[in-house]
C-alpha cells in the first residue's frame, strides 16, 4: 500500500527533471547536449553521440562553462612564457566541423536560390547566421563567407593633443627577451597589465558614485561600447614602441564601479615608462553624426516607409537623412562622436614562467569568464542598484552602433534601415543589462600567443584522456555524421539526453580512476594493460 501524501509534502519532493539535471551537473555532464547521428561508413552502424553544447555562460550550462574556463586557463598559460616562436598551422578539418561547413554549403545554395525567384530570404539568412556560429563553435577559424565590407573609408584624423610615440620598426618576433643574471641564469619574464577606464566622478568603496549627480554615465557608457576598440588601437602601438609582434591575453571585466577593465597577460615585458607614454598617445576616435539633439520622442516617432525603404518624419511625410548622407554631413571642423582613452592608472607587473604569481594571475584572468559581465557584481545594496539602473538608463537611448535604432531619435536612419526599429528597444546587446554596454568578446587573444586554437587545446585534451585510457584515436574518415532534429524518429527529447550524458559521464569517470589507479600501482601488480571500455 503506498503512503498517502499532501500536496505540501508533494511539492516539497525532489522535482525527477531537476534531480537528474543536478546529477549531469555533478558529474561534470552538459544539460543541453547537441544529439548527432554517427553511421560507421564501413559497418553501416548506427550510434547516436551526444555533443556538449561548449556554452560559456554557467547561468546556462555549469559544466560546459566550467570547462571552457579551464580550457583558457590552459590556453593562457601555454602562450604566455612560450621561448620558441610558434607555428601557427590549421589542423585538418575534422568530421563535425566538415559537416556543418557542407550544411552551410547546401543552405547557401537554397538562399542564394531563393534571392534569384525574388523570394523573401530573411529566415535562411538568420538560418545560415545560426550555422555560422556552430561552424566557429566547432573550432573553424574566420567565415564562411567574407563579410560585406561598406565603401566608406573615413581617414581617421589624429588629435593635436596625443603625443607621438617613438616608431621602431616591428619585428616578426612574437617572443620577449631573454636576460642574463650576473651568475650565467638567464631568464624570459613576461607580464600582466591592468588598464582601466577613466574617471567618470568620484567613486566609494563600494563602486557607487559619491555624487550620482555629476557622475558622468554618458562617458561612462559611451567608453564601455568602444572598449574593445580602444584595447585594439593600444595593442598596435604597444608594439609599434616595443618593436616586436607582441602576443597577449586578455581578459575583460567590470570594475566595481561596473566600468570594463581588462587585464592581459603579455608575452616578454614592457618598462613602465614606455607604458605610460603608449597609454598617453592611445585614443579611439569615433566618427558618427552628433546625437546631441532630440529630433523625435516617443510620442512622434518616425515611420517606416515600405515602397522606398526608407524611414520618414511622420508630420511632413519628409526622408530622413540616410546613414551615408549624415556621414557625409560631417566637415572638415567637425569633433568626433566621442573619443576613448584609458586612465591614466595602470597596473604592471613583471612575471616569471611556473612562478606562483603566474598562476595567481591566471586565475584573475579566467575569475569571471562564466558570468554575463553585468552579474559579475550583484547590487548588494541600495545605492548599487540605483548605480546599475542609472548605466542602463543611459545605454538605452545611447547608439550602439551604426545600425542602431537610437539614430532615429536623432532624426538619422541608421546604416541598413529595416521596418520596426524603435528608439530605446534597440535589440544590440550593448544595450543590455548583462553586458554593461560591452557587447564584444570577453577573451581576446592574439593570433599567434600559443600557435593554438581553442579546439586544438580542446583536441589536446581529448587525446591525453584518450592515451590515459588507452583507447586508439578514431579514423577520421570512417563516420558519417548528422544533425538529429525533433521531426526524426530517433530523436531523443531533452530529459532522456541528460540521462544518457550522466551515464556515460559516469562511465568515463570510472574507466579513468580506474587507468590512473592502474598507472600508478606497482609494475607487478597492473592489469594486463586492457583498453578500458
Ligand atoms: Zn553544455
Ligand atoms: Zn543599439
Redesign the pocket.
Known sequence: MTTRTTRAERLAMPLARAVVRELAVSNGGCVRPVQLRRTDTRTGEVDQVLVPCGHTLASVCPSCAERGKTLRAAQCREGWHLDHEPIVQADEPDEVQRMWVELRAEHQAARDHAQAAGQDTAELDELNAELDEEITGSGVRGKVMPAKTGRRHRSTRRRQDAPDLPRRKIDSATVGKTYTAPDGATFRPSMFLTLTCPSYGCVQDDGTPADPGTYDYQRAVRDAICFAALFDRFVQNLRRVAGYNIQYFAAIEPQRRLAPHVHVAIRGTISRAELRQVLAATYHQVWWPPAVEVKYHDSELPVWHEASGNYLDAATGEVLPTWDQALDALGDDSEPFHVARFGERFDAQGLLAGSRDASRCIGYLTKYLTKYLGDCHQAATGAQAVHADRLVQALRY????S????WLRYGIQPKDPRPGLRPGY???K??RREHLGYAGRRVLVSRKWSGKTLADHRADRKRWLLGTLGIPDPDPARHKWEPVTPGDPDHMPPAQRMLHVVADRQRWHAALTEARRRANAPPNLSATGEAAA
Request: net charge positive.
Open positions: 545611447e547608439p550602439c552602433s545600425r542602431c535604432a537610437n534597440c535589440r544590440g550593448a544595450h
